[in-house]
């Protein structure tokens, strides 16, 4: 019983070389979609947060409402529009591709600009 195995070991190295690659490659892939979703989340909730801002503005009557404008912030600018109680809001990233839009019903203030 004192034989020595004289086989090729190049079946397990590729095998070992196969599942190292998947492993990482599926470890990236999970890195990536977890950056994207988590850099996504931020830049809805910075856009809802900036529109909640603007919109409390108007409510409280400190803000005079015209029929359409842009606002800038430092986070990107505030487009909205005002048409028949119906005010639109787009929120714009600054350095992204991103656009959301918001809607909102509300009744026409005393402090309007035309």
């Known amino acids: 019983m004192n034989q020595r195995y004289e086989g090729s070991i190049l079946l397990s190295a590729l095998l070992f070389v196969y599942f190292g690659s998947a492993l990482l490659m599926t470890a990236l892939e999970n890195f990536q979609i977890s950056h994207k979703f988590a850099r996504n989340h931020h830049d809805f909730y910075s856009g809802k947060i900036m529109a909640s801002m603007f919109l409390a503005e108007v409510k409280h009557m400190r803000y005079p409402l015209k029929d359409?404008?842009?606002?800038?912030?430092?986070?990107?600018?505030?487009?909205?529009?005002?048409?028949?109680?119906?005010?639109?809001?787009?929120?714009?990233?600054?350095?992204?591709?991103?656009?959301?839009?918001?809607?909102?019903?509300?009744?026409?203030?005393?402090?309007?600009?035309?």
Request: proline share 2%; hydrophobic share 30%; net charge neutral.
């Open 68 to 114: 359409k404008e842009t606002l800038f912030y430092n986070l990107g600018q505030l487009t909205y529009t005002y048409e028949k109680q119906q005010l639109t809001i787009v929120v714009e990233i600054k350095g992204r591709a991103l656009r959301y839009e918001f809607h909102e019903t509300i009744d026409r203030p005393k402090n309007i600009e035309n």
